[in-house]
């Protein structure tokens, strides 16, 4: 009989990682990128205008982890997070 034990909730995650899909985005817009992040997560983003959604974003990065994608936006596009709530980030142009 095969033994059951109890594992970390951060081993679970590691162990069915390849369940969540990596985006590669080329040239996409910000637009069409948010909706594919926001499927795979509980913190859903809000683009503050129109206008940002036309910025085109590039690059590989797993559906479920929003803070590379934040990280991503902020050092090459200047877009600011702005935390609103505990499920929502507004996504501006930093001023």
């Not at 009989?1 to 109890?6: D, F, G, L, W």
């Not at 985005?25 to 795979?40: E, G, I, K, M």
């Amino acid at each position: 009989m095969p033994e059951v034990k109890a594992i970390s909730e951060s081993e679970l995650a590691e162990r069915l990682a390849w369940r969540v899909p990596r985006l590669e985005l080329s040239a996409t817009p910000l637009r069409d990128a948010v909706p594919l992040f926001n499927r795979y997560s509980r913190i859903q983003l809000v683009l503050a205008d129109s206008a940002l959604g036309a910025l085109r974003i590039s690059g590989v990065v797993r559906a479920d982890n929003v803070i590379a994608l934040l990280q991503m936006l902020e050092e090459e596009h200047g877009v600011a997070a702005m935390p609103r709530g505990e499920s929502e980030i507004l996504l501006a142009r930093r001023r």
